[in-house]
């Protein structure tokens, strides 16, 4: 019985340490999406348990409950292992061929599956759920809206993650130009400078400010039942 009685500590001992781990992790990530939501945000992410027996297709969500303000995001634990590995490191090799590419001669067929691309996706990907699914708690419910205003604050996610600004520029580029592989409705038209999605039309810059900037502070979406303007 006695080594029975050992397991159980051990097993015990290793969920508590997982558990600290990921609330730890939970509560950087909650200050990195209240400060992109403009209000107190919650970051969920998925347990071990959770993941085993998951079988939905997605890498973050919000709910949008009935005549409630959503208040938490949940990310699946890929997700939030990634971008803990990303905010822990002290510097990030895997954006650095990014930033020797020239963005206009990229090509989505030619280039998705380059050695730079698959090198760079998973830090990229990560920075743009946990800012798509901050601007969902800001109000917008529309997922081409808010995958828009996600891409134009990837380089501030990304700074503030311990990025530099090169780096969140450069990633900002790639997670644009990989727009045309998501679904249809996770695309618009109005996403480019200029467009009905440009946060900061008056500049030319996109799809991120130099310096990165959050979205205006008066932007909230309609899911909030507050008025928005810029």
């Known amino acids: 019985m006695k ?25 950087a990530l909650a200050t990195v999406a209240s400060e992109l939501a403009a209000r107190d945000a919650h970051v969920r992410c998925q347990s071990f348990l959770a ?5 939905q297709s997605r890498d973050g969500e919000v709910p949008f409950p009935d005549r409630r303000r959503p208040d938490h995001m949940y990310l699946t634990r890929t997700t939030c292992r990634e971008l803990e590995r990303f ?3 002290s510097a990030h090799p895997e954006l650095d061929c990014l930033l020797t590419i020239d963005w206009p001669d990229w090509d989505f067929a030619r280039d998705f ?8 996706r998973r830090a990229t990907q990560a920075s743009t759920i946990l800012a ?36 969140g520029a450069a990633a900002a580029e790639f997670a644009l130009a990989q727009q045309p592989g998501l679904p249809s409705e996770y695309q618009s038209g109005a996403c480019r400078s ?19 900037a959050l979205p205006p ?14």
């Not at 800001?138 to 604050?153: M, N, S, T």
């Not at 909230?220 to 303007?229: E, K, N, V």
Request: charged content about 20%.
């Open 3 to 27: 080594w029975a009685a050992a397991l159980l500590v051990v097993v015990v001992a290793a969920w508590a340490w997982a558990r600290h781990g990921r609330a730890a992790n939970e509560h």
């Open 51 to 55: 993941e085993l027996f998951d079988v």
């Open 87 to 89: 905010r822990s490191a």
């Open 113 to 120: 599956n380059s050695p730079c691309a698959e090198k760079a």
């Open 132 to 167: 798509h699914e901050s601007m969902h708690l800001r109000g917008f419910a529309d997922e081409a809206q808010a995958q828009c205003y996600a891409i134009q604050e990837v380089a501030w996610t990304v700074v503030r993650l311990g990025g530099t600004r090169a780096e």
């Open 194 to 212: 200029g467009g009905g999605l440009d946060l900061y039309p008056k500049t030319n810059a996109f799809p991120t400010e130099d310096p990165p």
């Open 217 to 230: 502070p008066r932007l909230y979406g309609p899911a909030l039942g507050t008025p928005f303007g810029r």
